[in-house]
């Protein structure tokens, strides 16, 4: 089964707002690092539920896509970010 997360890509301005809009977005626990260490943890945890670290989450072997929206201004924006 896929599930489809919609990202704003025009919500993301730079580091902070894009730690902040996933942190929203996937209900990342308060203690998120806010790195890409801490969004990688989070985002590998996505099926496993008990891991409490995101509140959206796949079963094993199934797929998330991520679609955003915006993408091409966002690397124009970010490239840091979106490479």
């Known amino acids: 089964m896929t599930k489809n997360v919609q990202i704003d890509g025009s919500k993301i301005t730079d580091w902070d707002s894009f730690h902040d809009y996933f ?3 996937f209900g ?3 203690f998120y690092g806010r790195n890409m260490d801490a969004w990688n943890d989070c985002m590998t945890s996505l099926d496993a539920a008990e891991d409490g670290l995101s509140a ?3 079963l094993t072997g199934d797929v998330m ?3 955003i ?3 091409k201004d966002l690397k124009k924006r970010c ?3 979106i490479w």
């Open 28 to 30: 990342f626990p308060d």
């Open 23 to 25: 942190s929203k977005t």
């Open 69 to 71: 929206s915006g993408a």
């Open 65 to 67: 896509v991520l679609c």
């Open 56 to 58: 959206i989450h796949v």
């Open 79 to 81: 490239p840091e970010i």
